[in-house]
């Protein structure tokens, strides 16, 4: 980013948005209105009214960067706004943000998960709340891209056109069960990428043919068998977790299951098997993968455990650091902008190096203006 200019990315990647307000009738520049919205979302605003409050605390400020031509918007203004606003292509924009600021490192686990957004919808008119797909980067820890489910569709239909928006080159996708199609292991290996699917009673032949599989080389001592296996032990908090994964890419294996033929590229089939120990209780949890990656059972156990940063690095942070189950934002397309809105500040407030919790640099961030311009002149 420019050091004269700390809004230049955001500039260059939102400023072509099409403006949905009638021409010729526009107080508020849709620059003003974005960057305000992002700040304000940066600094602990959680609805419209928190993001005016924002800006007009923070007036001066912003117009050392922002024209403001007539002033802060007031929150109606921004709520019709981005109630209007194409949430497409809001999204788009945020993806080229993404990639102009970010270097996704090859080779690490995008997570790709769901969840809705509870107070979203409106029984009263028979709006339900939306749901948003998110893909998020384990290593990097960030978002890199999100899709709303249509009222009509589920999350079959828009991961593939999730992944149409993502550069996952090099990467590896992990998706829980809902994702375990052959069309999203086609649309993953098309982006050049490699892919870790939990199977489940969801693709019930498949799932039995791989749980008899693996029963089958248990009881089978023949030393031709082809496989791998691994083994994490960690201690804390006075329980025990046993992790072992065993991963078998033997041609065998591939006659075996029936409905091999049409997975792209599938290279190996895996068993992970977890136990907890609590005292003298245990609970033990087995879960089967399909993948296209080679016979390596500590990559395939890693994968599997980075699927969950998703649900504990972004999942846990939007609910209780962002409050997104707490919205009442739904008008129009107001909640799937709001929740765009979230991420760019999640992945900002990630970008800092600095010490404390991310709570605490929003707190920060509302308060310090120089903390604040340092989190933005970082992207």
């Known amino acids: 980013m420019s050091d004269e200019n700390p809004l230049a990315s955001i500039e260059e990647c939102f400023s072509n948005l099409h403006d949905p307000r009638v021409i010729g009738r526009c107080d508020h520049k849709l620059l003003d209105l974005i960057v305000i919205a992002i700040c304000a979302v940066i600094c602990n605003a959680d609805d419209w009214v928190g993001v005016e409050t924002f800006g007009r605390a923070k007036e001066s400020w912003l117009s050392q960067f922002l024209e403001l031509p007539n002033g802060i ?170 992790r072992d994964s065993y991963v078998v890419n033997d041609p065998l294996a591939f006659e075996y299951i029936r409905h091999y033929e049409g997975w792209p590229d599938l290279n190996s089939v895996a068993m992970v098997v977890r136990e907890r120990r609590i005292g003298d209780k245990i609970q033990k949890d087995v879960a089967y993968y399909i993948s296209s990656l080679d016979d390596d059972a500590e990559l395939i156990l890693t994968c599997s455990r980075a699927h969950w940063s998703v649900e504990n690095s972004l999942h846990w942070i939007l609910d209780m650091i962002f409050r997104e189950d707490e919205s009442r934002i739904r008008s129009g397309n107001s909640p799937q902008n709001f929740a765009v809105l979230r991420h760019f500040a999640i992945n900002v407030l990630k970008k800092d190096t600095s010490k404390g919790s991310m709570k605490q640099k929003r707190f920060k961030a509302a308060l310090d203006d120089t903390f604040l311009l340092r989190l933005l002149e970082q992207v």
């Open 73 to 242: 918007p007031s929150p109606h203004t921004f709520r019709r706004f981005f109630a209007a606003l194409d949430a497409e292509a809001f999204q788009g924009s945020f993806t080229r943000w993404v990639e102009s600021v970010f270097r996704v490192t090859k080779g690490q686990v995008v997570a790709i998960d769901g969840k809705t957004v509870r107070r979203s919808g409106d029984k009263t008119i028979g709006k339900n709340a939306i749901h948003m797909v998110s893909a998020w980067a384990n290593s990097n820890g960030i978002v890199l891209g999100q899709r709303k489910i249509d009222d009509k569709s589920n999350e079959i239909t828009a991961i593939p056109e999730l992944l149409e928006l993502l550069n996952v080159s090099g990467c590896i996708v992990t998706i829980d069960a809902m994702g375990c199609q052959k069309k999203i292991a086609k649309a993953i290996r098309d982006g050049k990428a490699d892919y870790v699917l939990r199977v489940k009673e969801n693709q019930g032949n498949l799932y039995r043919d791989i749980e008899d599989w693996f029963k089958f080389t248990e009881d089978d001592n023949s030393p031709d068998m082809t496989h791998t296996h691994h083994r994490t032990v960690n201690k804390g908090h006075g329980r025990i977790e046993i």
